[in-house]
């Protein structure tokens, strides 16, 4: 038979896994939790000093170097939906309208949301292993025993980064998915540049490109706010930290589809 100790260990090395009541009442104290640090975050942001430096070594960080996979993914965006509006509008004889689809569906959707999904997974899960190292390592107990405030070192700068980084990548997407696609139309389709961008501007009203860059900054607030949210909350070392890089791209990636929803809805009313 075994002993107290085993049987000990046994449990200790094979937990009991959490009932669903248990689960969802852990997933509404991370959600009111994330609650109470956005209020805390916007009401040290509002207050002086102001790190700038902070703000802009952030911005160069999390949105410089992530340009060429969101110039890359808009490319291919464009490519694809130019190449199959296209085929498909030329079954009825109207392909020189391509263009007005191809801006529309760019301006709206597919730039902010696929640069959210593809950018945001790395801007997201950086901050969240960044973080997450410095608090299993102890360097955020550090600046809290200095008499620093680590939200408005370490958060407020990385949120309010996302927040302009997001719009900024979002029109870079637009312009280089309608090159994209201007370009495919002309090769497959015999369609004029010109022609092509005519047909887009006469169907584009500034509403669309605004609804766009709002989405843009809404999914950057997101992304920033569970990144940091994530990171600061690791426990267990780092097998934690590797916890909390997974489940940041997996619930920035939710959230951002569910902004995007509600967001649309929104746009669409007014």
């Known amino acids: 038979m075994r002993t107290e100790a085993q049987a000990a260990a046994a449990a200790a090395q094979h937990p009991p896994r959490p009932t669903l009541k248990e689960r969802l009442q852990e997933r509404m104290e991370s959600l009111g939790s994330l609650s109470v640090m956005t209020g805390q975050v916007f009401s040290r942001a509002v207050r002086p000093p102001y790190d700038w430096a902070g703000l802009i070594f952030h911005t160069e960080s999390l949105g410089v170097r992530s340009l060429p996979i969101a110039l890359l993914t808009a490319t291919f965006a464009g490519l694809v939906i130019s190449l199959q509006f296209g085929y498909f509008l030329a079954r009825f004889g109207v392909q020189y309208t391509v263009g007005r689809v191809v801006i529309l569906t760019l301006f709206r959707e597919l730039a902010p949301v696929l640069t959210a999904l593809t950018v945001g997974a790395r801007i997201g899960s950086g901050i969240a292993a960044e973080l997450g190292s410095m608090t299993v390592t102890e360097q955020v107990d550090a600046i809290r025993a200095l008499g620093a405030d680590p939200l408005r070192k370490l958060v407020v700068p990385r949120v309010f980064a996302c927040l302009i980084?997001?719009?900024v990548l979002t029109v870079f997407s637009d312009v280089v998915g309608l090159v994209g696609g201007a370009l495919v139309v002309r090769s497959q389709y015999g369609i004029s540049l010109d022609q092509f961008f005519q047909g887009a501007m006469d169907a584009v009203q500034?509403?669309?490109?605004?609804?766009?860059?709002?989405?843009?900054?809404?999914f950057g607030l997101v992304i920033g706010?569970?990144?940091c949210f994530k990171g600061l909350a690791v426990e267990g070392g780092?097998?934690?930290?590797g916890?909390?890089?997974t489940q940041t791209v997996a619930i920035t990636s939710v959230s951002v589809c569910l902004a995007d929803f509600f967001i649309?809805?929104?746009?669409?009313?007014?």
């Not at 500034?206 to 809404?218: E, H, L, P, W, Y």
């Not at 809805?265 to 007014?270: A, C, D, S």
């Open 165 to 167: 980084v997001m719009p």
């Open 206 to 218: 500034m509403g669309d490109f605004v609804s766009g860059v709002i989405k843009g900054a809404v």
């Open 225 to 227: 706010l569970v990144g």
């Open 238 to 241: 780092t097998e934690g930290v």
């Open 243 to 245: 916890r909390a890089t």
């Open 264 to 270: 649309t809805k929104i746009t669409l009313y007014f």
